[in-house]
């Protein structure tokens, strides 16, 4: 059977519809007379990374918030796998900056509490919580407490908490920005492997050109406030030929500059 040109234009639409995990629809946001996002329209494709990237206060973790359901926009919608947001679901979880972590309790228990308050059989939930307890490299410290953890580790366990809550949409506010530059760049390398094996779709903030090149799938460059996207970049870096050779590669160091040369003017 041959579709007429119609019936293929409207297959490649809901082909492309069903790619899009979460989609950002004439979303305004006001602070009293601050205008942080203004019309704001951006996809955010299934199964990938996108980085949120500008200028200091240019909304990015306001869009997330709004994402997560933890914040209404004044204007538009949000759609998660072609449902509207309301407030906060199943299907999205936060990595917080500031780790969020509960202080009197264990690694464990932090990783498995979101399963623990939906109501998950203990053994069923420190079951998933132990594989991503290892999957993130904390593997022999799930009884440790978060004051017993360096920053990197805390900030692990609050994404093995993420993971293990099983929702497939992340949203990371620059999780790695407390981190030294070693623990950064494992970091970085810990990510691209989630990436690529959790078949979760991770929307990522972060004030590093570097960071979001290496790392990102898309990355929307957005405008100072009120914010709007100013340019999406897909990077394509080949990862198969190192992580050395990647931030040496002509095609890396080459995006970096034009990402620089976009945002440089709005940079005080």
Known sequence: MVMSQTESAFADAQSLEQDIAVSVQGVSKNYGAVEALKNMSLDFPRGQLTSLLGPSGCGKTTLLKIIAGLLKSDTGKIIVNGKPVTGPG?????????????????????????????????????????????????????GAYPHELSGGMRQRVGLARA?????????????????????????????LALVANENKTFIFVTHSIEEAVYCSDQIALLLPRPS??????????????????????????????QIWASLRAYVE
């Not at 100013?230 to 080949?238: A, F, K, S, V």
């Open 163 to 191: 993971l293990s809550v099983d929702a497939n949409v992340l949203l990371l506010d620059e999780p790695f920005s407390a981190v030294d530059e070693q623990t950064r760049r494992k970091f970085q390398e810990d990510l």
């Open 90 to 142: 199943p299907n999205r979880a936060f990595v917080f900056q500031d780790f969020a972590l509960l202080p009197w309790a264990s690694v464990m228990r932090n990783v498995a509490f979101g399963l623990e308050l939906r109501g998950v059989a203990k053994s069923e939930r420190e079951d998933k919580a132990a594989k991503y307890i290892n999957d993130v490299g904390l593997a022999g410290f799930e």
């Open 228 to 257: 709007r996207v100013h340019e999406i970049i897909r990077p394509n870096i080949n990862r198969a030929i190192g992580v050395e050779s990647i931030r040496r590669a002509p095609e890396y160091l080459d995006i970096v500059d």
